[in-house]
């Protein structure tokens, strides 16, 4: 069993930055492919940012976040994070990070059977 802990959510001002951190309770991190999501009120859950396993570590980004976001992942510390910069009020979410072991270009919300907690993000306007 993974469990994912998210944290460093919070409340920014728009055009500021944030940085997610998400701790994976498991022995063999750099087999999982890590992801973040994201969901707003009323709204379906949303990509946002992925990594594969060690087999390559490619990343992928959602339109809305290419340039802005940044995916990065320390296997010696089983996290992934998420930087997050130039942050805009529709940026506001909860943001969910996501695990799933050997799950490569995975970038869609059925490829990946951990999840964490979430952690919200808003950002005023």
């Known amino acids: 069993q993974v469990q994912l802990v998210e944290s460093g959510g919070g409340l920014v001002q728009a055009g500021g930055s944030l940085r997610l951190s998400c701790a994976a309770s498991?022995?063999?991190?750099?087999?999982?492919?890590m992801a973040w999501f994201r969901q707003a009120p009323g709204k379906e859950r949303e990509f946002v940012a992925a990594?594969?396993?060690?087999?390559?570590?490619?990343?992928y980004y959602g339109d809305s976040v290419k340039g802005r976001f940044t995916i990065s992942r320390d296997n010696t510390k089983n996290t992934v994070y998420l930087q997050m910069n130039s942050l805009k009020p529709e940026d506001t979410a909860v943001y969910y990070c996501?695990?799933?072991?050997?799950?490569?270009?995975?970038?869609?919300?059925?490829?990946?059977?951990?999840w964490g907690q979430g952690t919200q993000v808003t950002v005023s306007s």
């Open positions: 498991v022995r063999t991190f750099s087999r999982y492919s």
């Open positions: 996501a695990a799933e072991q050997f799950g490569t270009d995975a970038l869609r919300v059925f490829e990946y059977h951990y």
């Open positions: 990594i594969n396993w060690s087999i390559n570590s490619r990343t």
